[in-house]
């Protein structure tokens, strides 16, 4: 792809419309862009589990209206909001156990709950939809954030040349992305740029996601075969890697999609920078490291497909855990980090935030 970069609006992977919860359907990308209106939590939650929608900060704003959907459905069925939208918190929970922005945005809904004596359980839908929306406008206000950040910290050459992983972009959060924020960014101040996309095996969302959105605004991008990334590294071919995540650990510890972990140790060898670009969302101070994280296993069907001989079965483990000696910085909202990641620092970050928000 090539011509003029030209930044379009956010994607919208994530709305709330008419009392309903609209994706995007990530699983029909590239070949349509279609939209599933989820109208009850076993939808979301359904679309959470088979990705429809995908992404650590999109899993979380998406659980987040699936919260507000219980309490509105709960109204309308005449039954208990409270327990409705706590029973929703519970099923959304379940659903996937690597990113935590997912839990995050559910103990934020859950405060919500708490925080409303049962007197006013009424108030509930109303109050829930507006946090639902705060999480959304929050993770929109962080892509811009990162965006800048990561500006900074990129290396000034041209033309830039950038390889990624997975897919952090507008699809997987509010609008926006996180590492391909930069990148956007960088595009709209007129550097020149060159995008490698890991295709992303087995369920593509580099080639079929990343190479999209970047197609889609103008931004050059090449898609390469994950065994490729190695070699193109250590040939000289990339001036950076930067990469998003779905958990971040206190001592900087970062699980990403699987074959995250391969490319951070070729940049190393080849001794070029290797970003994690996460909003403060993404990192748990009460995971100390990551070998603590809990790494999904989804099922073989998914790395066999059609093609495999009979009676094989496969190991598919969604992510890996790149150790923190491999990363150069952590970029967020709050700048260029190093851990540790305590509780104290993310709270004062946070606070941070808020007042520069
Ligand atoms: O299984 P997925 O597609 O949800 O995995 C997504 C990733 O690994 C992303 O890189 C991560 O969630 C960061 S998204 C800003």
Same mark, same amino acid.
């Given at each position: 792809?090539?011509?003029?970069?030209?930044?379009?609006?956010?994607?919208?992977?994530?709305?709330?419309?008419?009392?309903?919860?609209?994706?995007?359907? $990530?699983?029909?990308?590239?070949?349509?862009?279609?939209?599933?209106?989820?109208?009850?939590?076993?939808?979301?939650?359904?679309?959470?589990?088979?990705?429809?929608?995908?992404?650590?900060?999109?899993?979380?704003?998406?659980?987040?209206?699936?919260?507000?959907?219980?309490?509105?459905?709960?109204?309308?069925?005449?039954?208990?909001?409270?327990?409705?939208?706590?029973?929703?918190?519970?099923?959304?929970?379940?659903?996937? +156990?690597?990113? /935590?922005?997912?839990?995050?945005?559910?103990?934020?809904?859950?405060?919500?709950?708490?925080?409303?004596?049962?007197?006013?359980?009424?108030?509930?839908? $109303?109050?829930?939809?507006?946090?639902?929306?705060?999480?959304?406008?929050?993770?929109?206000?962080?892509?811009?954030?990162?965006?800048?950040?990561?500006?900074? /910290?990129?290396?000034?050459?041209?033309?830039?040349?950038?390889?990624?992983?997975?897919?952090?972009?507008?699809?997987?959060?509010?609008?926006?992305?996180?590492?391909?924020?930069?990148?956007?960014?960088?595009?709209?101040?007129?550097?020149?740029?060159?995008?490698?996309?890991?295709?992303?095996?087995?369920?593509?969302?580099?080639?079929?996601?990343?190479?999209?959105?970047?197609?889609?605004?103008?931004?050059?991008?090449?898609?390469?075969?994950?065994?490729?990334?190695?070699?193109?590294?250590?040939?000289?071919?990339?001036?950076?890697?930067? /990469?998003?995540?779905?958990?971040?650990?206190?001592?900087?510890?970062?699980?990403?999609?699987?074959?995250?972990?391969?490319?951070?140790?070729?940049?190393?060898?080849?001794?070029? +920078?290797?970003?994690?670009?996460?909003?403060?969302?993404?990192?748990?101070?009460?995971?100390?490291?990551?070998?603590?994280?809990?790494?999904?296993?989804?099922?073989?069907?998914?790395?066999?497909?059609?093609?495999?001989?009979?009676?094989?079965?496969?190991?598919?483990?969604?992510?890996?855990?790149?150790?923190?000696?491999?990363?150069?910085?952590?970029?967020?909202?709050?700048?260029?980090?190093?851990?540790?990641?305590?509780?104290?620092?993310?709270?004062?970050?946070?606070?941070?935030?808020?007042?520069?928000?």
């Amino acid at each position: 792809v090539s011509g003029q970069a030209s930044i379009p609006a956010p994607l919208e992977p994530v709305r709330w419309d008419q009392d309903a919860v609209r994706l995007i359907d $990530q699983r029909l990308l590239p070949e349509k862009l279609e939209h599933w209106y989820c109208r009850s939590v076993d939808e979301v939650a359904r679309a959470i589990r088979t990705l429809a929608v995908r992404g650590a900060p999109a899993i979380g704003i998406t659980a987040a209206y699936g919260v507000a959907l219980g309490a509105h459905r709960a109204v309308e069925r005449g039954r208990n909001i409270r327990d409705d939208a706590l029973g929703a918190i519970e099923q959304l929970r379940g659903t996937r +156990p690597t990113a /935590v922005n997912l839990f995050h945005a559910l103990d934020r809904m859950r405060a919500v709950i708490e925080a409303i004596p049962a007197a006013k359980d009424r108030e509930l839908p $109303q109050r829930l939809l507006e946090e639902a929306h705060r999480i959304l406008a929050e993770d929109l206000e962080t892509g811009r954030r990162i965006a800048q950040v990561g500006l900074e /910290v990129m290396p000034k050459r041209d033309p830039l040349r950038v390889l990624t992983h997975c897919n952090a972009g507008g699809l997987a959060t509010g609008g926006w992305g996180t590492a391909l924020a930069p990148l956007y960014a960088a595009a709209q101040a007129g550097r020149e740029l060159s995008v490698l996309a890991d295709e992303t095996r087995p369920l593509l969302q580099g080639r079929r996601l990343t190479a999209w959105e970047l197609a889609r605004a103008r931004i050059p991008v090449r898609v390469l075969v994950d065994g490729a990334a190695a070699s193109v590294i250590a040939r000289g071919d990339v001036d950076l890697v930067i /990469v998003g995540a779905d958990r971040i650990a206190a001592n900087g510890d970062a699980a990403n999609k699987i074959g995250t972990f391969p490319v951070a140790l070729a940049a190393r060898e080849a001794g070029i +920078p290797f970003y994690v670009a996460a909003p403060l969302s993404t990192f748990d101070p009460d995971t100390p490291t990551g070998r603590e994280i809990p790494v999904e296993e989804r099922g073989a069907e998914e790395v066999l497909g059609s093609a495999s001989p009979e009676g094989v079965g496969a190991l598919n483990p969604a992510f890996d855990v790149t150790p923190a000696s491999l990363i150069t910085s952590w970029l967020t909202e709050r700048g260029a980090l190093q851990p540790p990641f305590t509780r104290e620092t993310l709270a004062r970050l946070a606070k941070e935030n808020d007042k520069a928000g």
